[in-house]
T-cell receptor, first 117, second 109 residues
Framework: GAVVSQHPSWVICKSGTSVKIECRSL??????MFWYRQFPKQSLMLMAT?????????EQGVEKDKFLINHASLTLSTLTVTSAHPEDSSFYIC?????????????FGPGTRLTVT | KNEVEQSPQNLTAQEGEFITINCSYS?????LHWLQQHPGGGIVSLFM???GKKKHGRLIATINIQEKHSSLHITASHPRDSAVYIC???????????FGAGTILRVKS
C-alpha cells in the first residue's frame, strides 16, 4: 500500500527555537496533505489542509504564523513550528491523499513527537 | 453532540474473544474509515467503506448507510490487537476527516 513517511520521528528542542517536520509520500503523488496534532489520550485534531502549490487552509484557532506549512511539491509537505514553547509539545501526524485517483483513501505518517524544553 | 460517536470508549477482552466496536455518525458522508493506533503513535488505515462489508484477515468492517452506523469486528482476538481504534468519516462535502474519540482496546492473554 501507499506509504507516507515523517522526519524526524522525535525531536527535542529548546524554547524559542523553530522546528521543521517533513512529511513525504513515497510512492504516490499527494495532491492534498493534512497536518494533525494529538494530545495524550485524545483523538487527532486537524490543524491545516495543504494543497500542492497553494497556501494551506488552517482550522479555526490554529495560528498560521506559528505553524508554517509548505507544500511545494507533490511528495513533500513541511510543518515548521516557529518560536516553540513547551505548550507546543505534542504528537504531530501528517496524512496524504491523492485526489487525482478520485479515491478517498487517506494514508497516515508515523508521527513526530515534539518536546519543547 | 459530536458528529462521530464511538462505543465503547474502553474495552478489555480475553484472548480469543469476539470483539465489536461501534461507530455512529450524524452527517452525510462519502466514506468511513477505521484506523488503528498502537502505543508509540503510528496510525494504520484498516478499512475504508462506503457501503456493505469488508474483511481482512480477522478484521471485519460493516456499514449501514441508512442507519448511519458502522461496526468493526475482531474475531479470535489476540493481545497484539491491543490498540486504539478510531472511526473517521469523510464528509459528503469537503476534503477532511472527522474523527471519533477512539476506543481503547486491551486484549489480555
Amino acid at each position: 500500500g501507499a506509504v507516507v513517511s515523517q522526519h524526524p520521528s522525535w525531536v527535542i528542542c529548546k524554547s524559542g527555537t523553530s522546528v521543521k517536520i517533513e512529511c513525504r509520500s513515497l510512492d504516490f503523488q499527494a495532491t492534498t496533505m493534512f497536518w494533525y496534532r494529538q494530545f495524550p489520550k485524545q483523538s487527532l485534531m486537524l490543524m491545516a489542509t495543504s494543497n500542492e502549490g497553494s497556501k494551506a487552509t488552517y482550522e479555526q484557532g490554529v495560528e498560521k504564523d506559528k505553524f508554517l506549512i509548505n507544500h511545494a511539491s507533490l511528495t513533500l509537505s513541511t510543518l515548521t513550528v516557529t518560536s516553540a514553547h513547551p505548550e507546543d509539545s505534542s504528537f504531530y501526524i501528517c496524512s496524504a491523499r491523492d485526489l487525482w485517483t478520485n479515491n478517498n483513501e487517506q494514508y497516515f505518517g508515523p508521527g513526530t513527537r515534539l518536546t519543547v524544553t | 453532540k459530536n458528529e462521530v460517536e464511538q462505543s465503547p470508549q474502553n474495552l478489555t477482552a480475553q484472548e480469543g474473544e469476539f470483539i465489536t466496536i461501534n461507530c455512529s455518525y450524524s452527517v452525510g458522508i462519502s466514506a468511513l474509515h477505521w484506523l488503528q493506533q498502537h502505543p508509540g503513535g503510528g496510525i494504520v488505515s484498516l478499512f475504508m467503506l462506503s457501503s456493505g462489508k469488508k474483511k481482512h484477515g480477522r478484521l471485519i468492517a460493516t456499514i449501514n448507510i441508512q442507519e448511519k452506523h458502522s461496526s468493526l469486528h475482531i474475531t479470535a482476538s489476540h493481545p497484539r490487537d491491543s490498540a486504539v481504534y478510531i472511526c473517521a468519516v469523510d464528509m459528503e462535502y469537503g476534503n477532511k476527516l472527522v474523527f471519533g474519540a477512539g476506543t481503547i482496546l486491551r486484549v489480555k492473554s
